[in-house]
């Protein structure tokens, strides 16, 4: 089992920025990515980004393309969001979710293990 704690949300105007974490801690080692998923009202969970543990970036959600940076330090377990050219669309829960697949990871059903959730309000 792989436990994440997500942190860094928070309420921001159009146009700013904020950075979410996502610490992993357990085991880790059965992992071979995580990703940010998002999720508002109404909506279906969506991938926003994924990065696996030894590799780069593997997708961006076309809309965050440009304005979102996922990256992760091995050292500490820990995975980010840099989330910037915030918009007003971008409000929602955000979640990162830990796979041990490398296939089909678009999908939250292919990830084992999710944090509780921070959420991201943008003002307009």
């Known amino acids: 089992q792989v436990q994440l704690v997500e942190s860094g949300g928070g309420l921001v105007q159009a146009g700013g920025s904020l950075r979410l974490s996502c610490v992993a801690s357990?085991?880790?080692?059965?992992?071979?990515?995580v990703g940010w998923f998002r999720q508002a009202p109404g909506n279906e969970r969506e991938l926003v980004a994924t990065i696996a543990w030894h590799a780069g970036p593997l997708y961006y959600l076309e809309s965050v393309k440009g304005r979102f940076t996922v990256s992760r330090d091995n050292a500490i377990n820990t995975v980010y969001l840099q989330m910037s050219d915030l918009k007003y669309e971008d409000t929602a829960n955000y979640y990162c979710a830990a796979t041990r697949f490398n296939t089909g990871l678009l999908s939250p059903s292919r990830y084992q293990n999710w944090g509780q959730g921070t959420q991201v309000t943008v003002s307009s």
């Open positions: 357990g085991n880790i080692f059965s992992s071979y990515a």
